[in-house]
Structures are given as C-alpha cells and as structure tokens.
C-alpha cells in the first residue's frame, strides 16, 4: 500500500499550487469505470458529496481487487487513490487500512472537512466490503 501512496504523494507533489493538485485528482478520476456501470453488489458510500459507488472481490490467490464509479471526477479521483492503495493486498494486510495511511499526502490541505468525511467513509466501505467475506 505504501509505494503506491508514495507515488501519489509524488505525482500531487509536482503541481505548484491547490488548485492544479485539485485537478490531478480529478484527471485521475476520469480513468474510472463508466459511471452506472457499477454490478448490484456495489456499495454507495455514505456521506460523499458525488454518487459514489465502490466494490471488490478476492482473486483465487485471496487478493483483493476494488473498483468505483462516482458521478464526481474529484469523488472518483479520490477513490481511485483508495482503491488502488488496497487493490492486490490480502485480507490480513488490509486489516489496519484506515485513512491514517494517506497521512503523508496531506490530504486536509487539499479538500473541505466533508470531502474528508466522504473520503473516510470510503474507507470504511473498503473495509466492510473485506470484513465481509
């Protein structure tokens, strides 16, 4: 999980200013799966200012693999960061992902508390999604 928040953390990092780092995040958002897409099994994350919609399944090496769609470029930028940090890990090694790995990104100086709130929620969705099964 850690090299790919390290790459994130470089790639933002390259932008001078807030609102270019903004839109890097959304730039990464359009790489998503097309909106509406999402299979009966995704779960809609509470508390996201977009439609958000995110969802994963164990590969037969018990892996996880995630995906998402939001209706919000930022939304699916910042759950692609999330996705792509817990995709490839095991249950075991996903079992302390919590926000507090995207420390080194400073995520607060980028987006509002209720950005921060839906993103954490994400998280949480992640995370019931792994307890799950």
């Not at 508390?47 to 930022?74: I, R």
């Not at 987006?111 to 969705?125: C, D, E, Q, Y």
Request: charged letters at 20%; glycine letters at 8%.
């Amino acid at each position: 999980m850690q090299n790919t928040i390290s790459e994130f953390k470089n790639y933002i990092d390259q932008f001078d200013d807030d609102f270019d780092r903004v839109h890097a995040i959304m730039d990464l958002g359009r790489q998503q799966q097309q909106y509406g897409s999402q299979p009966e099994s995704a779960l809609k994350v509470p508390g996201c200012q977009s439609s958000l919609w995110v969802w994963g399944e164990k590969t037969v090496c018990d892996h996880w693999h995630f995906k998402s769609t939001s209706d919000g470029l930022f939304s699916a930028g910042m759950a692609r960061l999330a996705i792509e940090a817990a995709n490839g890990h095991t249950t075991e090694e996903l079992a302390d992902f919590t926000i507090s790995w995207f420390d080194e990104i400073n995520l607060s100086g980028l987006i509002t508390n209720s950005r921060m709130n839906g993103f954490a929620n994400l998280i949480k969705v992640i995370n019931g999604i792994v307890n799950q099964r």
